[in-house]
């Protein structure tokens, strides 16, 4: 039976840690529930706030239709009430994300993640007129995410300033790494202040907190949740220097995304943890030996305990 939140205070639930939790799969490439159970209870024993589905590190835009619904229900299920369930629907066009819009409701997610279409150039207009149609498609409310590394559209501070005035549109998850144009997002905060500005860029953590950021986003909290859960508190707390060991600390740890393709490597910190087996979406593969070895050394280095069954 899903489990769906009701009546989510999304102002409190976007102030926090909300994950881009991977989609483990097993052996046979179907979505692995045991494994999901396991990675929803590490972030949000942890203390994360909310758990984003299907994005990239959750491989979205590389699952087929059944794999998609499958992640998000599974995660509903696990989640069972405790934080909200965000479901990305990262697709190139409008019908494909409306249709994952649609697909994702019936699955028991709380809310849509919705960014640029991509593939073919779009100008501004067809962006806002792509996350319209995503926000008309289903009652549930809607992140916007700014990606263009993926996209190669950026999802400009103007557009989001007028799709803000939409209520429906809960804030962002800038992942652009261009920290400018996010102090621009967050002036959008000074028109409405329950907008939420959530960083994605993990270099850019600590920076983004003390400016004003309500939260993150960070592919690494799949690994180290408490990590960036006690760097936003020290960020609420105005503890700059603590944020700065925190983040020296996150810096040393984003080491892993440099151990083969980083979607494998982060897939492979998590099997090191217990959590699902490595495996990611083809065409990738799972990361080979010498790769898990330098990753299992980075989480040990960062005083994560390593499965022994990972050895």
Same mark, same amino acid.
């Given at each position: 039976?899903?489990?769906?939140?009701?009546?989510?205070?999304?102002?409190?639930?976007?102030?926090?840690?909300?994950?881009?939790?991977?989609?483990?799969?097993?052996?046979?490439?179907?979505?692995?529930?045991?494994?999901?159970?396991?990675?929803? #209870?590490?972030?949000?024993?942890?203390? !994360?706030?909310?758990?984003?589905?299907?994005?990239? !590190?959750? #491989?979205?835009?590389?699952?087929?239709?059944?794999?998609?619904?499958?992640?998000?229900?599974?995660?509903?299920? *696990?989640?069972?009430?405790?934080?909200?369930?965000?479901?990305?629907?990262?697709?190139p066009?409008?019908?494909?994300?409306?249709?994952?819009?649609?697909?994702?409701?019936?699955?028991?997610?709380?809310?849509?993640?919705?960014?640029?279409?991509? &593939?073919?150039?779009? #100008?501004?207009?067809?962006?806002?007129?792509?996350?319209?149609?995503?926000?008309?498609?289903?009652?549930? @409310?809607?992140?916007?995410?700014?990606?263009?590394? !993926?996209?190669?559209?950026?999802?400009? @501070?103007e557009?989001?300033?007028?799709?803000?005035?939409?209520?429906?549109?809960?804030?962002?998850?800038?992942?652009?790494?261009?920290?400018?144009?996010f102090?621009?997002?967050? *002036?959008?905060k000074?028109?409405?202040?329950?907008?939420?500005?959530?960083?994605?860029?993990e270099?850019?953590?600590?920076?983004?907190?003390?400016?004003?950021g309500?939260?993150?986003?960070?592919?690494?909290?799949?690994?180290?949740?408490?990590?960036?859960?006690?760097?936003?508190?020290?960020a609420d707390r105005?503890?700059?220097?603590? !944020?700065?060991?925190?983040?020296?600390?996150?810096?040393?740890?984003?080491?892993? &995304?440099?151990?083969?393709?980083?979607?494998?490597?982060?897939?492979?910190?998590?099997?090191?943890?217990?959590?699902?087996?490595?495996? @990611? *979406?083809?065409?990738?593969?799972?990361?080979?030996?010498?790769?898990?070895?330098?990753? #299992?050394?980075?989480?040990?280095?960062?005083?994560?305990?390593?499965?022994?069954?990972?050895?």
């Amino acid at each position: 039976m899903l489990v769906r939140m009701s009546d989510v205070r999304w102002e409190r639930a976007l102030h926090g840690i909300v994950p881009p939790l991977i989609s483990p799969l097993d052996g046979a490439g179907a979505p692995d529930a045991g494994a999901m159970a396991a990675l929803v #209870e590490h972030v949000v024993g942890a203390g !994360c706030s909310g758990l984003f589905m299907l994005g990239g !590190c959750g #491989e979205g835009a590389w699952l087929t239709p059944a794999q998609r619904g499958a992640v998000v229900r599974q995660a509903a299920r *696990a989640a069972a009430g405790r934080a909200p369930v965000l479901a990305g629907v990262m697709l190139p066009a409008t019908g494909p994300a409306v249709e994952a819009a649609r697909q994702a409701a019936g699955e028991g997610a709380d809310a849509l993640v919705v960014g640029s279409p991509y &593939y073919f150039g779009v #100008e501004a207009a067809a962006q806002e007129r792509h996350i319209e149609a995503v926000l008309s498609a289903t009652p549930l @409310p809607a992140l916007l995410y700014n990606i263009p590394q !993926c996209t190669h559209h950026v999802l400009a @501070p103007e557009s989001v300033r007028r799709l803000a005035r939409d209520g429906r549109v809960l804030g962002i998850k800038d992942s652009a790494g261009d920290f400018e144009a996010f102090q621009k997002l967050l *002036a959008i905060k000074q028109e409405r202040a329950d907008f939420r500005v959530l960083q994605g860029h993990e270099s850019l953590g600590a920076a983004s907190l003390l400016q004003g950021g309500d939260g993150m986003v960070p592919g690494l909290a799949n690994v180290a949740p408490a990590l960036f859960v006690a760097l936003l508190a020290a960020a609420d707390r105005g503890e700059a220097a603590e !944020c700065a060991r925190l983040q020296t600390r996150i810096s040393r740890l984003a080491h892993v &995304y440099r151990q083969g393709p980083w979607l494998a490597a982060l897939k492979a910190a998590c099997a090191a943890l217990g959590l699902g087996n490595g495996r @990611p *979406a083809a065409p990738l593969v799972a990361a080979p030996p010498g790769d898990r070895r330098a990753v #299992e050394a980075l989480l040990e280095e960062a005083g994560l305990a390593v499965a022994t069954s990972a050895r």
